[in-house]
């Protein structure tokens, strides 16, 4: 009896374990849009970082900008979510803006730069932040 429940348990943990790998595999194939900036002064606003982005060259080149603030304070929360609109563009957001600090504020903060993860994508995007309270 106790031969048959370690099987079971090692099929339980191989299924559940094939799924993971699957989902990581999709991931690395999936090219990479959405970037988030973190370390971002809490004072900048939406149209700050809309400005920002525009300036360093990526007008037209994101479809998809989530900086969450707090209703309370009406700061910023110091980061972001942008979707690119192509993995190139991205990756040229990395290399542009990881370490910026030249910002529109007085801050010493440098921005960090990483990839949003597992969201990627404009839809993806749209279904995490649909139920937000900034949607309704």
Not at 38 to 49: I, K, V
């Amino acid at each position: 009896s106790a031969g048959a429940d370690e099987k079971i348990s090692v099929k339980k943990e191989t299924a559940q374990a094939r799924p993971k790998k699957q989902q990581d595999a999709q991931r690395e194939a999936t090219p990479r849009t959405t970037v988030m900036l973190q370390n971002l002064p809490n004072s900048y606003t939406r149209d700050m970082l809309i400005e920002l982005l525009n300036t360093q060259g990526f007008l037209g080149a994101f479809d998809f900008l989530y900086l969450p603030v707090d209703f309370r304070t009406h700061a910023g929360m110091g980061y972001a979510f942008i979707n690119m609109v192509c993995a190139e563009d991205a990756q040229r957001l990395h290399r542009t803006l990881d370490s910026f600090a030249q910002w529109a504020v007085p801050s010493r903060r440098r921005c960090c730069v990483g990839w949003s993860d597992p969201h990627q994508g404009f839809d993806s995007n749209i279904q995490r932040f649909r139920n937000s309270p900034l949607m309704h």
